[in-house]
């Protein structure tokens, strides 16, 4: 099986060079199922992610994984050479809290994922309680609804980005959220781990029409809710030893999905931004007994060492916060919001210093380029670059329970990486090559589309030689 | 003399310190220390000139004329000023994130104050320099039956976790007449109106709860025996957070506090509690609560009141001043609460309304805001009083507190010193800077991010960007604006 395989690779190397030749335009390695499964970047600096950094080594891909990793290693002849002098090979960056491949789409969603999503509308199904489960869809998960043709699945990638945890939104309990690698024939293709972790939202969603409309209201909700699964846990199997003497038990789907999920040991994700609601969060993962991660993080430099007591990583939102763009500008600004303004990008840092695992996410952020310039801010409040990387890449992988399988460079490791021309947190460098599950994408400057000629449009042939030199790089 | 107190009250608002963490760290418990030279206002044992006071490990270790500083005491020396207790507000919504009413629904017993404590807010630290010391922080009043409640120290600069006070019973919300048959609401058109409408349906909603929690406590218990007993087959009863705290309730483990204002509703819900076999441990606003003072009495509930609002509402119609001291009259124990952070930065003067309003003694009228609502919360054993043995919970006053010239100096709890004024005062500058730093920072950084972003913008391909920013019609509407404030 393995062998026929390398034969039609080498046919496939054959035909796929000759159309990225003459197509001139990035190429997809398995865009029609049958591209090119062997690769190995040569000469290259490598940075492993776990703190071994290879002056001139090779990275030999070999049908999704990384078959070999060193200074000396052996090129199998199939495959595709990629000089990599020059170059720096990074593991495949992991976004871990984003809607990438779950584009929203106003109103087209709301009647197939039940009264979870909708909004509070002062019309039709109300929650008069936390019996009628609102805002409540833990079955739903993101890899069922993945619509690959999400645009930001190429921006993110062509910025190195190969891995992300995408979040359904909306609601308490808004479904499961799915760790996908960003590329792919169909959709079944990206997902990584379908059920990777059960985010869930303290946002009220009544208006004292609806049950909850505070704060309060939702975490009691919460607890409710758990105390149903565990009592579902407790019951069932009585039940099942007992058919004929008990009663049979109630239909609930939420209680089932997250005992299931608490059963097995899947990662609930606890909002906390700020130092009040990292340490409500910390204290709600202990009283409920769960796998806890918190995400938002922002405020992590006022309580990182309670954090760090507590040994529950967290996600900490690449979003800093900023005066609202439509802020008054005459309105009174308070001191703690200017601190908090101030401070939130040395949270990585204070994280780090406490040793609380943590990784990063884009939360809302709209390009990858706003990703880097924001991590660098926590690199300039005194993130060491080599921690940023870890939070990119090995830390995230293991918070989110994927370690084994990704997040450096690595024999048996899914083969997703990112090449450079240069040091990843420079604003200079640029992203040339991108690995994902072994599939190889070229990363080219695209010419700017509907741009005016100015000065950017004239710097444009300066990129040309660059461009055309890789592609001669590749080959056997 | 009037105007200044009131200039330095408006300071106090507009230059209040964002985070005085600081602060709280002036002295720490462990190190001794004596108030001397002071009036204290005992409560308990009458007024001692020129007395002082030794707090040692939190505790006041001895009140007297006579008491000496020991080795390494800090010594606060307040010549011409007055200690009290410190003030307790017996009705409070500050330090909760969020909204403090979950009024989705008619029993919100579910949702708990506890859970969303925010020791961040502004209010505990204004509330600190009004000399309130404890705080019984409240859900609202929305249901009939409301959210679970907590009494809590106002410990500004810790976290959530060390707010509450330790021993103190935990409390629910009940609220009767307008506000839970949300008379004063206006609700969205289409939205359908919340049940209860009427005030015989509060009644049958508190029943309602009531005799679901009794059930729920016998399945409970049904289901504990039965297992006690041996049997292996049983299916477990559901825990329900809404229930619970009523069962709680029952089981005398948690006091109520409820919101009324007529006396009718009063004397319904004492009929209610008779019935379920538990206790009112105090009604909050209480305004008619001068007609029925025997009845309250001889339930032993306390009266949690307004010193001097009414008619604000139809309910509030019969409400009189006089409340306060008509009821202590009576026996019932008596406290003036303020159900909002600003009021309950002058409890001091609510109390001293009384004396206006009745010709309440001054002792007996600091006690509406210091050992009164001690004993109503169960904490009198701790605070309300300067007793040797209680927390050192203080409040230091440039003046006889009854005065409405007293302005608090240093608010102390548990012997820790959580506003000074003098330092606040002294603190104002630095942290003025600070802010002002911060903003030259921010602007810069957002001037520079502009100046990087500019060179992008092609303002001849793009007429759409420069329409928006059309200086003359945007600077004119600033202008206006600026000039109608």
């Not at chain 1, 070999?68 to 020059?86: F, H, L, Q, R, S």
């Not at chain 2, 483990?253 to 019935?275: P, S, T």
């Not at chain 2, 100046?451 to 759409?464: L, R, T, V, Y």
Request: charged share 25%; with cysteine; net charge neutral.
């Amino acid at each position: 099986m393995h062998h026929r395989f390398k034969f039609r690779q080498v046919c496939a190397v054959a035909v796929g060079l000759c159309i990225a030749a003459l197509m001139g335009s990035v190429f997809s390695a398995r865009g029609d199922g049958d591209g090119p499964r062997y690769f190995a970047v040569m000469n290259a600096r490598i940075v492993t992610g776990t703190g071994t950094v290879i002056d001139s080594g090779t990275v030999v891909i070999a049908n999704g994984l990384i078959q070999a990793v060193g200074a000396n290693v052996t090129v199998p002849p199939e495959a595709w050479v990629i000089d990599g002098k020059g170059l720096t090979v990074y593991p495949g960056l992991i976004d871990v809290g984003t809607d990438l491949g779950l584009p929203k789409e106003e109103g087209s969603e709301g009647s197939s994922t039940g009264r979870g999503r909708r909004p509070a509308a002062p019309s039709g199904e109300v929650a008069k309680g936390p019996e009628d489960r609102p805002a409540t869809a833990p079955w739903r998960v993101a890899a069922d609804e993945l619509k690959t043709d999400d645009k930001r699945i190429e921006t993110w990638r062509n910025a190195g980005f190969t891995t992300t945890l995408t979040i359904p939104d909306g609601g308490i309990f808004p479904g499961q959220a799915t760790v996908i690698d960003l590329a792919g024939d169909r959709s079944g293709d990206y997902v990584v781990k379908a059920m990777a972790t059960l985010p869930i939202s303290f946002k009220p969603i009544g208006a004292w029409w609806g049950f909850p409309d505070s704060l309060m209201g939702t975490i009691a909700y919460v607890r409710q809710v758990f105390d149903d699964s565990n009592w579902y846990a407790q019951a069932e199997p009585i039940y099942e030893a007992n058919v004929t003497k008990l009663e049979r038990l109630p239909y609930d789907r939420t209680e089932r999905v997250i005992a299931r999920g608490e059963r097995d040991k899947e990662i609930i994700l606890l909002p906390a931004n700020n130092a009040v609601q990292i340490l409500r969060a910390l204290r709600l993962a202990d009283e409920w007994k769960i796998n806890a991660v918190l995400y938002g993080g922002q405020q992590g430099y006022q309580v990182a060492a309670a954090i760090a007591a507590k040994k529950i990583p967290v996600l900490v939102s690449l979003k800093w916060p900023e005066r609202a763009k439509d802020a008054d500008p005459d309105a009174e600004q308070s001191l703690r919001e200017l601190r908090f303004r101030d401070r939130a990008p040395s949270s990585p840092a204070a994280l780090a210093k406490a040793g609380v695992r943590f990784a990063f996410y884009s939360g809302g952020l709209s390009t990858p380029k706003d990703i880097f310039k924001n991590v660098k801010k926590a690199v300039d409040a005194g993130l060491a670059p080599d921690a940023a990387l870890r939070a990119f890449t090995v830390d995230a992988a293991e918070i989110l329970g994927a370690g084994d399988r990704m997040g450096s460079i690595a024999q048996g490791k899914i083969a997703n990486l990112m090449v450079t021309d240069g040091d990843l947190f420079n604003e200079k460098t640029k992203v040339k090559h991108v690995f994902v599950d072994g599939r190889w994408f070229e990363i080219r400057e695209e010419p700017p589309v509907d741009q005016p000629r100015d000065h950017k449009t004239d710097d444009a042939p300066s990129s040309q030689p660059r461009r055309s030199a890789s592609e001669a790089g590749v080959g056997r | 003399m009037k105007f200044r107190i009131l200039l330095a009250l408006l300071l106090i608002v507009t230059l209040r310190p964002d985070c005085v963490r600081a602060q709280s760290s002036g002295a720490p418990a462990n190190n001794p220390i004596l108030i001397q030279n002071a009036t204290i206002l005992t409560i308990t044992h009458g007024n001692i000139e020129h007395g002082s006071i030794l707090i040692r490990d939190g505790k006041i270790a001895a009140v007297g004329t006579d008491a000496k500083a020991p080795d390494g005491a800090t010594v606060i020396d307040a010549r011409g000023q007055y200690v009290m207790p410190g003030i307790i507000d017996c009705h409070s919504h500050i330090a909760v994130d969020g909204s403090v009413n979950e009024g989705s629904v008619s029993v919100s017993s579910m949702a708990n104050i506890a859970d969303v404590l925010n020791p961040d807010d502004i209010s505990i630290y204004d509330d600190l320099s009004g000399g309130v010391t404890t705080a019984n922080i409240l859900h609202g009043s929305a249901n009939p039956i409301g959210g679970q409640t907590i009494v809590i120290k106002l410990r500004w600069g810790k976290p959530a976790s060390e707010l509450p006070f330790q021993g103190a019973f935990p409390g629910i919300k009940f609220a009767l007449g307008e506000n839970p048959k949300r008379s004063n609401f206006t609700l969205p058109p289409g939205v359908e109106a919340r049940y209860p409408a009427t005030r015989m349906g509060v009644e049958e909603t508190i029943r309602e709860a009531f005799i679901e929690a009794r059930q729920y406590k016998k399945q409970r218990d049904d289901y504990n025996r039965k297992k006690a007993a041996g049997d292996q087959n049983l299916l477990p009863p559901r825990r329900n957070e809404k229930l619970e705290p009523l069962v709680e309730v029952m089981e005398g483990k948690r006091y109520v506090h409820a919101h009324c204002y007529r006396a009718d509703e009063i004397l319904m819900l004492l009929r209610v509690a008779n019935e379920f076999g538990f206790k009112v441990r105090t009604f909050q606003h209480v305004l008619e609560g001068y007609k029925i003072a025997d009845e309250i009495a001889a339930s032993g509930a306390g009266g949690s009141t307004f010193s001097d609002w009414w008619a604000y509402k139809m309910e509030a119609f019969d409400a009189i001043p006089y409340n306060a001291t008509l009821m202590t009259e009576r026996g019932v124990v008596v406290s003036v609460n303020s159900d909002d952070a600003e009021e309950a930065r002058h409890l001091n003067q609510e109390a001293a309304k009384s004396m206006k309003y009745g010709g309440l003694s001054a002792n007996d009228a600091l006690k509406l805001v210091t050992l009164n609502p001690a004993i109503q919360l169960g904490i009198d054993n701790r605070v309300g009083s300067i007793e040797v043995g209680k927390d050192a919970d203080l409040a230091i006053f440039n003046r006889n507190p009854l005065s409405v010239y007293a302005v608090v100096q240093k608010t102390l709890i548990d012997g820790e010193i959580y506003f000074d004024r003098d330092k606040d005062i002294a603190a104002r500058p630095a942290l003025e800077k600070e802010k002002q730093d911060l903003l030259a920072k921010e602007k810069k950084a957002s001037e520079e991010k502009k100046a990087s972003e500019k060179p992008e913008a092609n303002p001849g391909k793009k007429p759409d960007q420069k329409k928006k920013r059309p200086p003359s019609v945007e600077n004119g509407a600033a202008a206006v604006v600026g000039g109608g404030r």
